[in-house]
């Protein structure tokens, strides 16, 4: 396959074709276009949103897409599941995961999906939900397009490459890559296996924050945010197509392929971002400021301040706080935490979280440092020092985290996590 390129800035409005003079100047559905193609409109958000937070593209394909979204039968959701789920159960205790396992032999992403948690409805666009994926093969020939919510992808094991509407998208592990509601992709995989997580967010679409004081350079830079040129299926093959509605799967057979959009402008797309290039500020005095420092990207709620969904990175980086105690301190808080590990070594858990598991310390439900991250940060001798490497990911919401029947049935539930603390004694007798 080619080297692919890619058109940067989170949010912009772009325009690609991958047939030169194709894409309509001027106007944006001309009586007829260049090369028989057919005119679409994508929206994201509310015609009458605000300009600021507005999302659309305009598309010119091959064949109509409503042609895509006929005859759907439903399927077998699998280990699929959606906010809210009745099957799951609010959980008053901490949790943590082992690596989860692989739920089906030769299992591509989408058969290979299962949720971990969920919270909100997505019906109401709230909330979100947390997916762990195993794979072993490419979808190949198979679409999926999510109504429900956009889908963030982290791997922490395997290449993949993302086939979708606007063009593809090569993730690594230490990348992230978003797909909107309601646009088609495939996932093929560019290693003998592939791992790692999924969020999915029922509410409005991840935004860079607000930076107030913090300024315009730290954190997420908008230029480093990757977004496909357009490419298309010159062959017109088979394809099936499945489709989550409402929290249900369906399905049809197409006799040819969705991804045949020959041209495209707007500013909803697939993106991806490179975490590493995430510029971290900390503290250079004392203290260990609010993880809220270090978000990448925000679902906003109704409330202001308050997100549906924050995607929160914690990165290796210099620690210099002076006579502070430096990993997070113990804390209870409103909004509700899921922790992944993607690759390394998460500063305030020294042993049992490790790539491929989760936790969950959902709202004031007490939690911190594990005895010996506690010991070891207490006794340090605080020279500036680099933590190890480390890429920890957190989706942190207003809702309480509901795991799912079968990620608190399965044997890689860690039942002595909350003995984690237990060693803390008083010094007081």
């Given amino acids: 396959m080619v080297e692919l390129k890619y058109q940067s800035g989170f949010g912009n409005q772009f325009e690609s074709e991958a047939e030169l003079g194709v894409?309509?100047?001027?106007?944006?559905?001309?009586?007829?276009?260049?090369?028989?193609?057919?005119?679409?409109?994508?929206?994201?958000?509310?015609?009458?949103?605000?300009?600021?937070?507005?999302?659309?593209?305009?598309?010119?394909?091959?064949?109509?897409?409503?042609?895509?979204?006929?005859?759907?039968?439903?399927?077998?959701?699998g280990?699929?599941?959606?906010?809210?789920?009745?099957?799951?159960?609010?959980?008053?205790?901490?949790?943590?995961?082992?690596?989860?396992?692989?739920?089906?032999?030769?299992?591509?992403?989408?058969?290979?999906?299962?949720?971990?948690?969920?919270?909100?409805?997505?019906?109401?666009?709230?909330?979100?939900?947390?997916?762990?994926?195993?794979?072993s093969r490419s979808m190949d020939d198979t679409a999926f397009v999510n109504t429900d919510g956009e889908l963030m992808l982290a791997p922490y094991l395997g290449r993949l490459l993302l086939r979708t509407e606007m063009g593809y998208l090569e993730l690594a592990p230490g990348q992230i890559a978003v797909i909107p509601r309601g646009i088609k992709f495939s996932v093929d995989l560019m290693d003998t296996a592939a791992r790692g997580y999924v969020c999915e967010n029922y509410g409005a679409a991840f935004r860079l924050p607000e930076h107030g004081i913090v300024g315009v350079d730290a954190n997420a830079l908008p230029r480093d945010f990757e977004y496909p040129v357009a490419m298309y299926d010159t062959e017109s093959r088979p394809t099936k197509l499945v489709a989550k509605i409402s929290g249900a799967l369906f399905a049809n057979e197409l006799d040819h392929s969705p991804f045949d959009v020959v041209a495209w402008h707007g500013n909803l797309a697939p993106y991806r971002y490179e975490l590493r290039r995430f510029c971290a500020v900390g503290p250079v005095v004392f203290d260990h400021p609010d993880p809220s420092i270090w978000t990448l990207l925000s679902s906003p709620s109704d409330t202001a301040g308050t997100a549906n969904l924050d995607f929160i990175l914690f990165r290796e980086h210099w620690r210099v706080a002076e006579h502070s105690f430096r990993p997070p301190w113990f804390h209870s808080n409103v909004m509700s935490e899921l922790m992944a590990l993607i690759e390394g070594v998460y500063d305030a858990k020294v042993e049992g979280f490790v790539p491929g598991g989760i936790s969950i310390h959902n709202s004031f439900i007490p939690h911190g440092p594990d005895s010996d991250a506690f010991r070891s940060a207490t006794d340090a001798d605080l020279v500036p020092s680099k933590g190890p490497d480390s890429l920890a990911v957190m989706w942190e919401s207003r809702y309480r985290w509901v795991p799912t029947s079968w990620a608190m049935t399965l044997s890689e539930l860690q039942e002595d996590y909350p003995s984690r603390w237990s060693e803390l004694k008083s010094e007081r007798g």
């Fill in 23 to 77: 894409l309509p100047v001027g106007q944006n559905s001309p009586q007829k276009v260049t090369g028989g193609l057919y005119t679409e409109q994508v929206t994201g958000t509310a015609f009458t949103a605000p300009r600021s937070s507005m999302q659309r593209s305009w598309v010119y394909r091959i064949r109509p897409s409503v042609q895509h979204m006929t005859n759907l039968e439903p399927v077998h959701a």
């Fill in 79 to 135: 280990l699929i599941r959606t906010g809210p789920d009745n099957s799951g159960a609010p959980i008053a205790t901490q949790l943590r995961w082992d690596p989860f396992p692989t739920i089906a032999p030769e299992a591509t992403w989408l058969t290979g999906l299962a949720t971990v948690a969920t919270n909100g409805n997505s019906e109401l666009q709230t909330g979100g939900a947390v997916h762990h994926f195993a794979a």
